[in-house]
């Protein structure tokens, strides 16, 4: 969670990152209410946030937290609502991947 971008080495200041985390990770507590809000926001949240620093969301727990999204999305009983999940999910897991450059540099 958030402990593993405190003392882990992070690409920004560990506490913007563990708010990244945090901010990413906690939509997850109001999945009863909002069952089908609640998992995309980790999605779109986690896509956004890597767009500004694709090593913000390391670790494991960003990871874990995606998972159970995408599985709380395929289990939704309104089948548009579970595939509109899944084309976030899909749309969402490629730029949540940390951008590497790999440039020669000249």
């Known amino acids: 969670g958030a402990f593993e971008v405190v003392v882990g080495d992070a690409a920004a200041a560990p506490w913007l990152a563990a708010l990244a985390v945090a901010l990413v990770v906690l939509p997850l507590l109001a999945r009863r209410q909002f069952p089908f ?6 999605w779109l949240l986690a896509a956004g946030l ?13 990871f ?4 159970l999204a995408a599985f709380l999305l395929g289990n939704l009983r309104d089948i ?7 084309a976030i999910v899909l749309g969402g897991a490629p730029s949540t991947k940390p951008f590497s450059c790999a440039c020669d540099g000249g």
């Open 37 to 42: 809000a609640a998992p995309v926001a980790v």
């Open 80 to 86: 548009v609502q579970a595939r509109v999940g899944l």
């Open 50 to 62: 890597s767009f500004l620093d694709g090593r913000l969301l390391s670790g494991p727990s960003v």
């Open 64 to 67: 874990v937290a995606g998972m």
